[in-house]
Every structure is written in structure tokens, then in C-alpha cells.
């Protein structure tokens, strides 16, 4: 969700920035737009994608100080007036923000009747602000500390002053935003992945602080003005993960990468003698719990649901999921020590922050799950475990989702374990054989297509069902279709369909089914039935030792805990083809965004 990059140094800003923003795309955007300052102020705004504002971008645009913005609607439509840049009514500041500021519409009443606004979006407030607030005083630092204390809600923000070209003015708020040093410059940016070319040091920024970034220098203060000292980091970032390659798209480079991913955990959690291994502190904080909420949006949701079945069979504590947007504003009665499981891939989701928020302030124990180290959830947290997933940029999940589910199995199996409790299997071994079954199903890629196209080219809806742990993996990969294809799709748990979701099956209405347990493979066959008898195209897929004839596919056998990494393989192919082959842009789907930072 929208995207920042700032640059500041010698050479012409345009090229940098303009790069930048073009990583920063996977965040899903509508508009975008740079600020160039150099002899002049150079502004271009476009609504749609970074190409065309490349393309109207002048050769002779120059500056060495800018800012560029990708902007993702929330207050005011998708146009080139709510674009950012946007400019003072005096002309002197330029703005790009991130966030929503939540009493905009006080501020304006307050402070700025008198100021015609050109945007309908909260951004133009702060950028009016500090016009108003530089008229009673000389000193731009000032008027930027006073306008920042007077903003509520979330911000990240970077400004100009078209009177000083040697500063690039920033500040954060719960919106995420680093600091890149370089040698002779220094950048911005939403994501390090944005500047990576320029530079891999950065500093990160914490909430309410102000950086005032200078070619050879920065300085950090907070609200107040005390300066602040940070040491930067190395970003552990490399090219390779965050270009497409040899692929046509970021999806389908990520779904591949995923048996790599789970090697990747099997050695981050175990210990130098092979085996599985947590920090004491989060084998301390499971065990003190009596009641685990798990707390996630969209595909970490549907994760989510697969943690719970893991802790409550091998570990026995109950577990509620809760989807984070809900629990925010109706939290359920609490046990006397529940622990929070946040599971968020990029760590910056604001519905899931908004409960940490309200659980902190409980004083709750808190663990995140996420791929982003450092990110708000994590730092916020009182622990966190990570994904190794590597940068995940298709808008729609898949490797993170795949990571997530492994990360719940080791903590599951680690917490029942920790509790004395005998399991009969390694589950680093397991996770070892899932790696090489998902790589044997990557290579199916042709068949995958070919049921893709006979079942999913020119169908509106489709519905997956499955049972027990088969039904949330066929949330799952309805959630895929749906995002990326457009098509209306639904999971449903095979036995309630008939309970009203079977009057929607129509002659030829696909359904996907899922049959990888043992214990109800009856059931659902008897499902799929049902649906065939009333008209519907079936696709069945199933594993090995379940098998029947006609099953469009049968997946190679793993532990009964592992199969959904298995079973959401297909599935992701199937949603990737579909869109594929419907004309769809895969990875950046309408409508969508990768880091949703607004609640
Ligand atoms: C998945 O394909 C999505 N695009 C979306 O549902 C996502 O999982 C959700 O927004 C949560 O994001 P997070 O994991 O970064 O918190």
C-alpha cells in the first residue's frame, strides 16, 4: 500500500526515484507521481502505472533532491489532483505522505478555513500546515516539529522546502519508513528493496521521530528536537530475490521458491546437533499460556487456522483464531493468560497492529510470526519468530503462506515436546520430505495448466471444498483464485454445501475437491458426488493411499500434518493459470494491495 522513496545527493534524482518506485509496485498502487527540486520544482503526477510516469516525465526534469510516492485511494478517488506530490497554496513545500491522518478534518477546521485545497485527500492538510506554521516562524524545523505534533493517526512522510534544495525534510508514525546511507547522498524509502541498487547501510526510524537528511549527512531527533543516535544496518537483501529472473512473473517464481523456503527453516530452527530447536523465551511464553489467540488477515488467516489444529492436537492448549479486522472491535472474553500469535507475512498489517496495540496495553505476551525482521509487528512484539520466506512481491501469498505453515508445525511440535509429550515423528524430516514432494509437483506445471484451462477459462464462479484441515486449505486457494482471476470462488467445508451453498451449483459449475485425510475421505467423496449429480465439473484432487479413479491428480504422500503444504500447491498453480490464461495481471491484481496499512 502506497510507497515512498526519497532522494538526496549530487546526481539527477529522476532515474533513482523513478527505479525506486518501480519496487516498490508490488505494494499495490493507482497513482504515483515525483517532486524534483533543483533550479525549479518539477512535479508529475499520473493516475495508473510508474511506466506512464516515465514516460510523461520530461527529459529535462532535474534535481538532485526529490521525493516520489506510488498512492493506493483511501480518501478522495484514484486521479492526478489526489495524487502525490502535492504542493502548499504558497508553492513553497512539497509533500509525499503515507498513512491516513485521522483528524484531518479537525485540522482543517482549525488552522486552514481560509486555505483553498486543490486534493481531497488528508495529505494536503500537513503540507498546508506547514505553510501556516511557517509564517510565525523563520525556522522550517520548527514549523515541521509543530505541524508533525499536531498530526493523529499514521504517517510517513517526506518533504521539501523549494527554499533550502540541501534538506529533504522526513518523519514516521506507525507507517513504515527507512533511511538509506550512502556515500555522497542519502535516500528514503517504504522498503529497502526500493534503493537496494543505491545502497544496502540503513538506519531504521522510529515512531514519532524526525530525520532531516542532508547529502553527507542525517540527523535524527525526536518530536521535541533532542537528537538522536542510531547505528545503521546492512540490509541482507539480495538483487537476485527481488527480480523476476527468468520468469514471466514474481508468482510463479515465488510458488517455485517454496521447497527452498522450507529448507530454509529446517536449518534457521534447528541446533547444531540437527535437532529442532526454539529460544527458551518462546518455549517459556507457550507454556505459561492457557489460551492462545491467533490473530491474522486474508491468507494468514486461512494459516492460521491450520496453527490452530497443529497446537491443540500435538500440544493440547486451545486456540482461537480470530480475523484481525474483528477482534479489533469485538475482543471475547479472556482466560487469566492468554498469549497473542500474531502471523502477518510483511509485519505491517494495521488491522492486526490495531489489536497488538489494545493487548499490549493488557500487558499480554505477544509473538509475531512474520518475513519481515524489523518490521512494526515484530519490533512491537514481545517475540518474534521468523519465516525465511526471502522478499515475497505478487501481491498474492504463496510462499509466506507455505512458511507459515511450517513455522506452526515446528512451534506446535516444539511446545507438545517441551511438555513431555512422546511424538513418534521427526518433524524435520517430515518437512525435509514435503521440500522435495512440493519441488515433484512444480514440475507438473503443463498438467496443472492444462486442468486450469479446461476447468477455470470461462466460469465465473468456482467453490473448493475439503474437510477438516482440506477445508481451510481450500479457503485458501478460493482466496488465491479470487484475487487474482477474478473469479468468484469460495471454500466451503464439504459437509455444509447442502446446508445452502449447493443451490448455487449450476450444469458445469466447477468444484475443486480436496481429499487428503484419511479420516474423511469417505465424506467428501460422497460430497463430490452430491455436486456431480446436480451438474457440477468436478476436480478432485487427492494423495496417495486415497486415490479413486477419475481424481484429476493424486498428490505423493507426506505426514498427515504436513499435507497442506502439499495440497496448496496445486492450487496456486491452478489460480496462477487461471489468471493467466483470463488476461489477468498476476501480480499486481486490481483493487489489491501487498502491505495493507490501513485499517
Ligand atoms: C494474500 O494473497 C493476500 N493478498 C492477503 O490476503 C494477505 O494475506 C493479507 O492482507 C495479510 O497480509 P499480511 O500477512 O502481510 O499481514
Known amino acids: 500500500m502506497c510507497g515512498i522513496v526519497g532522494y538526496i545527493g549530487t546526481k539527477n534524482a529522476k532515474n533513482i526515484l523513478l527505479?525506486?518506485?518501480?519496487?516498490?509496485?508490488?505494494?499495490?498502487?493507482?497513482?504515483?507521481?515525483i517532486a524534483l527540486l533543483g533550479e525549479t520544482l518539477n512535479i508529475t503526477k499520473v493516475k495508473g502505472r510508474i511506466a506512464a510516469l516515465r514516460e510523461k516525465m520530461e527529459d529535462e526534469a532535474f534535481g538532485t533532491l526529490g521525493i516520489g510516492h506510488t498512492r493506493w485511494a483511501t480518501h478522495g478517488v484514484p486521479s492526478e489532483e489526489n495524487a502525490h506530490p502535492h504542493e502548499s497554496a504558497s508553492g513553497r513545500f512539497t509533500i509525499v505522505h503515507n498513512g491516513v491522518?485521522?483528524?484531518?478534518?479537525?485540522?482543517?477546521?482549525?488552522?486552514?478555513?481560509?486555505?483553498?485545497?486543490?486534493?481531497?485527500?488528508?495529505?494536503?492538510?500537513?503540507?498546508?500546515?506547514?505553510?501556516?506554521?511557517?509564517?510565525?516562524?523563520?525556522?522550517?524545523?520548527?514549523?515541521?516539529?509543530?505541524?508533525?505534533?499536531?498530526?493523529?493517526?499514521?504517517?510517513?512522510?517526506?518533504?521539501?522546502?523549494?527554499?533550502?534544495?540541501?534538506?529533504?525534510?522526513?518523519?514516521?508514525?506507525?507507517?513504515?519508513?527507512?533511511?538509506?546511507?550512502?556515500?555522497?547522498?542519502?535516500?528514503?524509502?517504504?522498503?529497502?528493496?526500493?534503493?537496494?541498487?543505491?545502497?544496502?547501510?540503513?538506519?531504521?526510524?522510529?515512531?514519532?521521530?524526525?530525520?532531516?537528511?542532508?547529502?553527507?549527512?542525517?540527523?535524527?531527533?525526536?518530536?521535541?528536537?533532542?537528537?538522536?543516535?542510531?547505528?545503521?544496518?546492512?540490509?541482507?537483501?539480495?538483487?537476485?530475490?527481488?527480480?523476476?529472473?527468468?520468469?514471466a512473473h514474481f508468482m510463479l517464481k515465488e510458488i517455485d521458491e517454496q521447497p527452498f523456503v522450507i529448507r530454509k527453516i529446517i536449518q534457521a530452527y534447528q541446533n547444531s546437533d540437527g535437532q529442532l530447536e526454539m529460544s527458551q523465551d518462546i518455549r517459556n511464553t507457550m507454556q505459561e499460556a492457557d489460551r492462545i489467540h491467533i490473530i491474522?488477515?486474508?491468507?494468514?488467516?486461512?494459516?492460521?487456522?491450520?496453527?490452530?489444529?497443529?497446537?491443540?492436537?500435538?500440544?493440547?492448549?486451545?486456540?482461537?483464531?480470530?480475523?484481525?479486522s474483528e477482534f479489533a472491535y469485538h475482543t471475547p472474553l479472556l482466560s487469566e493468560n492468554p498469549l497473542f500469535i500474531f502471523i502477518s507475512q510483511s509485519g505491517e498489517t494495521a488491522d492486526a497492529r490495531a489489536v497488538l496495540t489494545k493487548v499490549k496495553k493488557r500487558g499480554f505476551n505477544t509473538i509475531t510470526l512474520t518475513n519481515v525482521p524489523g518490521s512494526t509487528l515484530s519490533r512491537e512484539s514481545n517475540h518474534t519468530l521468523q519465516l525465511h520466506a526471502g522478499p515475497e512481491i505478487a501481491v498474492a501469498s504463496t510462499k509466506a503462506y507455505t512458511a507459515q505453515i511450517a513455522v506452526l508445525a515446528l512451534l506446535a511440535v516444539d511446545t507438545a515436546r517441551e511438555k513431555g509429550v512422546q511424538l513418534d515423528f521427526d518433524l524435520l524430516q517430515e518437512l525435509a520430505i514435503a521440500a522435495s514432494v512440493i519441488e515433484t509437483l512444480t514440475e507438473q506445471k503443463d498438467k496443472i495448466e492444462e486442468l486450469a484451462k479446461t476447468f477455470l477459462n470461462t466460469t465465473r464462479n468456482a467453490f473448493f471444498i475439503g474437510r477438516g484441515i482440506d477445508y481451510y486449505v481450500c479457503s485458501e486457494g478460493a482466496l488465491k483464485l479470487k484475487e487474482i482471476s477474478y473469479i468468484q470462488a469460495e471454500?466451503?467445508?464439504?459437509?455444509?454445501?447442502?446446508?445452502?451453498?449447493?443451490?448455487?451449483?449450476?450444469?458445469?459449475?466447477?468444484?475443486i475437491a480436496l481429499a487428503t485425510q484419511k479420516a474423511v475421505n469417505h465424506p467428501i467423496r460422497s460430497n463430490v458426488q452430491e455436486v456431480v449429480s446436480r451438474g457440477a465439473k468436478a476436480l478432485t484432487i487427492s494423495m496417495e493411499g486415497m486415490e479413486q479413479t477419475g481424481d484429476a491428480l493424486v498428490l505423493p504422500a507426506v505426514h498427515e500434518i504436513l499435507t497442506p503444504l502439499i495440497s496448496v500447491v496445486p492450487l496456486q498453480l491452478l489460480a496462477y493459470y487461471a489468471a493467466l490464461h483470463r488476461g489477468c495481471d498476476v501480480d499486481k491484481p486490481r483493487n489489491l494491495a501487498k502491505s495493507v496499512t490501513v485499517e
Open 101 to 247: 491522518i485521522e483528524n484531518y478534518q479537525e485540522l482543517k477546521e482549525t488552522y486552514l478555513q481560509d486555505v483553498p485545497f486543490k486534493s481531497e485527500t488528508d495529505t494536503e492538510v500537513i503540507v498546508q500546515l506547514m505553510d501556516k506554521m511557517s509564517q510565525t516562524t523563520q525556522d522550517t524545523v520548527t514549523a515541521f516539529r509543530q505541524t508533525i505534533q499536531l498530526l493523529q493517526g499514521s504517517y510517513a512522510i517526506g518533504l521539501l522546502d523549494n527554499e533550502d534544495v540541501d534538506t529533504l525534510y522526513v518523519a514516521k508514525n506507525k507507517s513504515p519508513l527507512l533511511v538509506g546511507i550512502g556515500n555522497g547522498f542519502n535516500v528514503i524509502a517504504s522498503d529497502a528493496m526500493a534503493t537496494l541498487k543505491e545502497t544496502d547501510q540503513y538506519v531504521e526510524i522510529h515512531d514519532e521521530e524526525i530525520v532531516l537528511l542532508h547529502k553527507d549527512s542525517i540527523v535524527m531527533m525526536d518530536v521535541e528536537g533532542s537528537v538522536i543516535e542510531r547505528e545503521p544496518y546492512t540490509a541482507e537483501l539480495d538483487m537476485q530475490d527481488i527480480e523476476k529472473g527468468t520468469y
Open 19 to 33: 527505479n525506486g518506485l518501480e519496487k516498490l509496485e508490488y505494494r499495490g498502487y493507482d497513482s504515483a507521481g
Open 491 to 511: 471454500g466451503f467445508a464439504g459437509g455444509e454445501l447442502k446446508h445452502g451453498t449447493i443451490a448455487l451449483i449450476e450444469e458445469d459449475t466447477p468444484v
Open 296 to 324: 491474522a488477515s486474508g491468507t494468514s488467516y486461512h494459516a492460521g487456522l491450520v496453527g490452530k489444529q497443529f497446537i491443540e492436537t500435538l500440544a493440547s492448549i486451545p486456540v482461537e483464531v480470530h480475523i484481525a
